[in-house]
């Protein structure tokens, strides 16, 4: 039906910056909003930043003025730029979108997860 594909993690060093990207393929019909995840080891996962279909961001205290979500509803993509990165931004960060997706004649909605990418900060 849907995939959601993240990529752009990596390993980096305290202050740098990585650009992250998801991108949803499959039997799209519209794509409501879009987010990033992150869950770091031992932890729970939290809501890094989402962003509306009309562009409406939000952001997690502890990356405001770091990351900036973006998106690109003519190809179904959700970036989030991270700059200033910190050790304690090591996690894996997930892509989650919530799809209307053509299925037969009908149109479903339902919520999708991406794979998951590893960021890494050295201190």
């Known amino acids: 039906q849907v995939q959601l594909v993240e990529s752009g993690g990596g390993l980096v060093q305290a202050g740098g910056s990585l650009r992250l990207s998801c991108a949803a393929s499959g039997s799209i019909f519209s794509i409501n909003a879009m987010g990033w995840y992150r869950q770091a080891p031992g932890k729970q996962r939290e809501l890094v930043a989402s962003?509306?279909?009309?562009?409406?961001?939000n952001y997690a205290d502890s990356v405001k003025g770091r990351f900036t979500i973006s998106r690109d509803n003519s190809k179904n993509t959700v970036y989030l730029q991270t700059n200033s990165l910190k050790p304690e931004d090591t996690a894996v960060y997930y892509c989650n979108a919530d799809v209307i997706y053509y299925s037969g004649t009908y149109r479903r909605t339902n919520d999708y997860w991406g794979q998951g990418t590893q960021v890494t900060v050295s201190s």
């Open positions: 962003i509306t279909s009309g562009g409406s961001t």
